[in-house]
C-alpha cells in the first residue's frame, strides 16, 4: 500500500511561484518514478512532469522552461517547483506513481492563478 500527500497548493497572482510537495509511505520511494498531473474543469487529467529514480527528468511542453520537478529520497518527498505561472495552470495537481502493478494517486493539492 502507498499513501501519497500533496501540499503547497494556494492562490497566487501571474508571475508568481508555488512549491508543491508530495510525501510519499509504503513503498520503496527510491526506485519509483513520480509524476505531477494536473486536472483543470472541464478538461482531462493531464501529466505535467515525470523524474525517474535516477533523476532522469520529463516535462510537458506546456511548462518546460517554467516547472522543475525535483525529489529528496531521503525525505520520500517529490516536489514541483512553478515559476512564472499563468492563468492557464489553474488546476487540481496530483502527485502520481505505480507499485507492483498498482496505480497510486494522492488526493490532490488546488492551484489558482489569477490574472
Known amino acids: 500500500q502507498v499513501q501519497l500527500v500533496e501540499s503547497g497548493g494556494g492562490l497566487v497572482q501571474a508571475g508568481g511561484s508555488l512549491r508543491l510537495s508530495c510525501a510519499a509511505s509504503g513503498s520503496s520511494f527510491s526506485i519509483n518514478t513520480m509524476n505531477w498531473y494536473r486536472q483543470a474543469p472541464g478538461k482531462q487529467r493531464e501529466l505535467v512532469a515525470a523524474?525517474?529514480?535516477?533523476?532522469?527528468?520529463n516535462a510537458a511542453d506546456s511548462v518546460k522552461g517554467r516547472f522543475t520537478i525535483s525529489r529528496d529520497n531521503t525525505k520520500n518527498t517529490v516536489y514541483l517547483q512553478m515559476n512564472s505561472l499563468k492563468p492557464e495552470d489553474t488546476a487540481v495537481y496530483y502527485c502520481?506513481?505505480?507499485?507492483?502493478?498498482?496505480?497510486?494517486w494522492g488526493q490532490g493539492t488546488q492551484v489558482t492563478v489569477s490574472s
Open positions: 502520481f506513481t505505480k507499485w507492483a502493478g498498482v496505480d497510486y
Open positions: 523524474i525517474s529514480s535516477g533523476g532522469r527528468r
